[in-house]
């Protein structure tokens, strides 16, 4: 009551009337005892919007996520069968092959060039002296 008795020392022209106002705060109570059935149906509309879009999700998921996983499965299974194969091993060497074959001709070719002017230059040296 400390409390009570300070604030009614601070605003001493404010009348006090707490039973008129456990009155109309019982009054309050009892009207918002049940939420307003507006509200309730507000919530219930938004939670059934929820529970849709999670069954249209779950069913677009079953109808092209799952097939789309299994294809790719079925495809990459596929493709380790065929790049295993004898045929297609060879088809590969010969590929890598073709690639790397005119790498290794100019290899080939620089280090000849470097040979002879090595070679002409040893010629130069010894055909001075």
């Known amino acids: 009551m400390a409390e009570l008795d300070a604030y009614c020392a601070l605003h ?5 009337d707490f039973g008129s106002w456990a009155a109309e705060e019982l009054a309050y109570l009892k009207a918002v005892k049940f939420e307003p059935k507006q509200d309730v149906l507000r919530v219930t509309y938004v939670e059934e919007l929820e529970k849709l ?20 499965e079925m ?8 790049i295993s194969s004898p ?7 010969q590929a890598q092959v073709s690639v790397t074959w005119p790498l290794q001709l100019r290899n080939e070719v620089m280090q000849r060039d470097v040979q002879l002017s090595a070679g002409l ?9």
């Open 121 to 129: 230059e040893a010629n130069r040296t010894e055909s001075k002296t």
């Open 87 to 93: 045929t297609i091993n060879c088809h590969l060497h």
């Open 12 to 16: 001493p022209n404010e009348t006090l």
């Open 53 to 72: 879009a999670k069954l249209e999700y779950d069913i677009v998921k079953s109808a092209v996520v799952i097939p789309l996983i299994h294809f790719t």
């Open 75 to 82: 495809l990459s299974n596929r493709l380790e069968t065929i």
